[in-house]
C-alpha cells in the first residue's frame, strides 16, 4: 500500500520561505511522477509543480522561479522549496504520486496548510 506523508507548512510573512517534504512509502516502482498540488478556499486544486523519476519538472506559471521542486529517489522523498511567498500562495498544499510501474495509479497525502501573511 502506497502513502504519502508531507510536512513543512506553516505560516510565514510574505517575502519568505518555506520548504515542503513529502515522504512516500510503498511500492511506488522506479518509474513516477511526483507533484505538489495546491487549493486555496474556495477554489479548485491546482497544480503547482511535478517531477519525473529521471528529474524533469514542470511548473504553474504563478509559481515558476519562486518554486523548486526536488526529489531524492534514495529516500522516496520529493520536496518543494517555495521562496518569495506571496498572501495569494495560501492554500493546502497536497503531495502526489503518479505510479507507472506496476501500472498507472495516483495516490494523495492528507495535505499540509501553509499561510501566507501580508
Known amino acids: 500500500q502506497v502513502q504519502l506523508a508531507e510536512s513543512g507548512g506553516g505560516l510565514v510573512q510574505a517575502g519568505g520561505s518555506l520548504r515542503l517534504s513529502c515522504v512516500v512509502s510503498?511500492?511506488?516502482?522506479?518509474?513516477?511522477?511526483m507533484g505538489w498540488y495546491r487549493q486555496a478556499p474556495g477554489k479548485q486544486r491546482e497544480l503547482v509543480a511535478t517531477?519525473?523519476?529521471?528529474?524533469?519538472?514542470n511548473y504553474a506559471d504563478s509559481v515558476e522561479g519562486r518554486f523548486t521542486i526536488s526529489r531524492d529517489n534514495t529516500k522516496n522523498t520529493a520536496y518543494l522549496q517555495m521562496n518569495s511567498l506571496k498572501p495569494e500562495d495560501t492554500a493546502v498544499y497536497y503531495c502526489?504520486?503518479?505510479?507507472?510501474?506496476?501500472?498507472?495509479?495516483?495516490?494523495w497525502g492528507q495535505g499540509t496548510q501553509v499561510t501566507v501573511s501580508s
Open positions: 502526489n504520486i503518479k505510479r507507472v510501474t506496476f501500472g498507472i495509479a495516483y495516490y
Open positions: 510503498g511500492s511506488i516502482g522506479s518509474i513516477n511522477v
Open positions: 517531477i519525473t523519476s529521471g528529474g524533469s519538472t
